[in-house]
């Protein structure tokens, strides 16, 4: 078998040129691969079209890379929690397919899975499928590109017709994952919502760098465990449990003693 492991993070992505697709990981701040990101960033690798469900914060995440312009274009199904993306988006800097959070995640397993498109109801009735939504707009705050119309067919489902959307899959050239374990073979575990979409953007990408906190030897993972085999993982970068995480809003509540207090 081959070993898949690479010396560092910026090894790993040093041949990602510029203007390449990139598929990646995470939730929220969940289960981005940050090292990977910020080795991206040194390299200075540009114009790159970028498939994920949100583009982090504007300090973290794939926030770094679009607030160092280095991105062109986001797919995502959640963009709310970043100014800068929402400032480059409506002065026409970065062009943005908004898509459905479940459509993106089934474009991205079906791009892996070899599926070349699939119908789904979720968007049927909306600009989703009939087009026209702003994807890219002009400086004077026109719509310069606009979503196309979509394929919609009538399938008999129980007994009733009901109308679908066609949905192409997605492939990128490259996706960049973060995962709790792995070993050299490259099977994956991630850990709670990490596993929200990093399977997904490992399968879409023709090769995916994956950067897990801890490597271990073949046969250490319990097969039963491995939430992605390694013939989808092609390198594999161990960054350490100690890499910074950070959480995307923290909300806390009284303690019992401050309650108690108040009543």
């Known amino acids: 078998m081959i070993d898949k492991q690479w010396p560092s993070a910026a090894d790993a992505v ?22 990977l990101i910020e080795a991206l960033l040194a390299q200075g690798t540009t114009e790159l079209s970028v498939v994920s469900n949100n583009c982090g914060v504007d300090d973290w995440g794939l926030g770094i890379l679009l607030g160092a312009q280095r991105i062109r274009k986001m797919t995502s199904s959640y963009v709310g929690e970043n100014k800068e993306f929402e400032r480059q988006f409506l002065e026409g800097d970065l062009e943005l397919e908004l898509t459905p959070q479940g459509t993106l995640a089934e474009k991205l397993r079906a791009g892996g899975s070899g599926i070349a498109a699939f119908y789904t109801q979720t968007g049927v009735g909306t600009q989703v499928a009939e087009g026209g939504l702003p ?31 066609l949905e192409e899959a997605i492939t990128t050239d490259f996706s960049l994952v973060h995962a709790a374990l792995g070993d050299r073979h490259g099977n994956l575990v991630f850990n709670k919502a990490a596993r929200n979409f990093n399977p997904l953007a490992a399968m879409a990408g023709r090769v995916c760098i994956a950067q897990v906190e801890r490597l271990v030897e073949p046969g250490e993972l ?16 161990e960054v350490g449990s100690g890499i910074e995480k950070r959480i995307e809003r923290r909300t806390v509540r009284p303690s019992a003693d401050a309650e108690a207090g108040e009543a």
């Open 14 to 35: 040093a041949d990602i040129p510029d203007g390449a697709s990139l598929a990646v990981g995470g939730f929220g701040l969940s289960g981005n691969p940050i090292a």
């Open 135 to 165: 994807r890219r707009y002009a400086p004077d705050g026109t719509i310069a590109v606009a979503s196309p119309p979509k394929d919609v067919r009538t399938f008999d489902v129980k007994g009733a017709p009901r109308e679908f959307v």
């Open 222 to 237: 319990d097969p039963d465990q491995v939430h992605l085999p390694g013939v989808y993982v092609h390198r594999i970068v």
